[in-house]
């Protein structure tokens, strides 16, 4: 089994990792990252941590599990054939095809998520209806073969989720053991409907995902 985790400019790191710290403990399989180019991609916090793409789009066209994040970079890419192109190709043949947070929208722009019901951060998340898809506020959402993960921390839980299915529920449970999991946040303010709404306004009126 191979797992592509797709980086791009200005990605928020967890959104990758999250994923791939789970979904790498699938037994025997291979976990690449694949962008354009091989080489560092740098993330979205002033490009101060970066990942290394050891593939390129070009030399992965067929993987099992396709993984998608968000993040600021997500913008400046729902345009960029050569991503939209591989996304369709690698979902032809993949088994499972995912996102985290604003990759769902990638996911969107390539045309894969007309008529599903999808997820992505709580900013974004009307922005799906513009492609066909229809948006839940879920934190991990099914439909069919396509698992979306909502903002960023969710990836891990979506990770987890999928690891059941792949590989079974008790090497699930293992993984989230050894991985430590168990959330315990010293604030309950992890979604806009817990939030103060000043706060989740505040948010808004800064978003670049205003709708027009």
Same mark, same amino acid.
């Given at each position: 089994?191979?797992?592509?985790?797709?980086?791009?400019?200005?990605?928020?790191?967890?959104?990758?990792?999250?994923? %791939?710290?789970?979904? @790498?403990?699938?037994?025997?399989?291979?976990?690449?990252?694949?962008?354009?180019?091989? #080489?560092?991609?740098?993330?979205?916090?002033?490009? *101060?941590?970066?990942?290394?793409?050891?593939?390129?789009?070009?030399?992965?066209?067929?993987?099992?599990?396709?993984?998608?994040?968000?993040?600021? #970079?997500? *913008?400046?890419?729902?345009?960029?054939?050569?991503? =939209?192109?591989?996304?369709?190709?690698?979902?032809?043949? *993949?088994?499972?095809?995912?996102?985290?947070?604003?990759?769902?929208?990638?996911?969107?722009?390539?045309?894969?998520?007309?008529?599903?019901?999808?997820? @992505?951060?709580?900013? +974004? =998340?009307?922005?799906? +209806?513009? &492609?066909?898809?229809?948006?839940? #506020?879920?934190?991990?959402? &099914?439909? #069919?073969? %396509?698992?979306?993960?909502?903002?960023? *921390?969710?990836?891990?839980?979506?990770?987890?989720?999928?690891?059941?299915?792949?590989?079974?529920?008790?090497?699930?449970?293992?993984?989230?053991? =050894?991985?430590? %999991?168990?959330?315990?946040?010293? %604030?309950?303010?992890?979604?806009?409907?817990?939030?103060? +709404?000043?706060?989740?306004?505040?948010?808004?009126?800064?978003?670049?995902?205003?709708?027009?």
């Amino acid at each position: 089994m191979q797992i592509a985790i797709v980086l791009f400019d200005r990605f928020t790191a967890l959104d990758a990792v999250g994923p %791939y710290e789970i979904l @790498s403990r699938v037994p025997d399989a291979e976990t690449v990252f694949v962008a354009e180019q091989r #080489g560092p991609v740098r993330n979205d916090n002033r490009g *101060s941590l970066g990942l290394v793409a050891d593939r390129t789009f070009a030399e992965v066209t067929a993987p099992d599990i396709v993984v998608v994040p968000g993040g600021p #970079g997500q *913008s400046a890419q729902m345009e960029n054939e050569t991503l =939209l192109d591989w996304l369709r190709t690698a979902d032809a043949t *993949s088994t499972w095809t995912t996102s985290v947070c604003t990759g769902s929208l990638l996911l969107a722009a390539a045309g894969l998520l007309k008529g599903r019901r999808a997820t @992505s951060h709580w900013l +974004a =998340l009307d922005h799906l +209806a513009r &492609f066909g898809a229809e948006p839940t #506020g879920e934190r991990v959402v &099914f439909d #069919g073969k %396509y698992v979306m993960a909502a903002g960023v *921390s969710s990836g891990i839980d979506m990770g987890l989720t999928l690891l059941g299915k792949v590989a079974g529920d008790e090497h699930a449970q293992a993984v989230q053991l =050894l991985t430590e %999991y168990d959330p315990q946040p010293p %604030y309950d303010c992890g979604s806009s409907a817990k939030a103060p +709404a000043a706060m989740v306004e505040e948010f808004r009126a800064k978003s670049r995902f205003i709708l027009q």
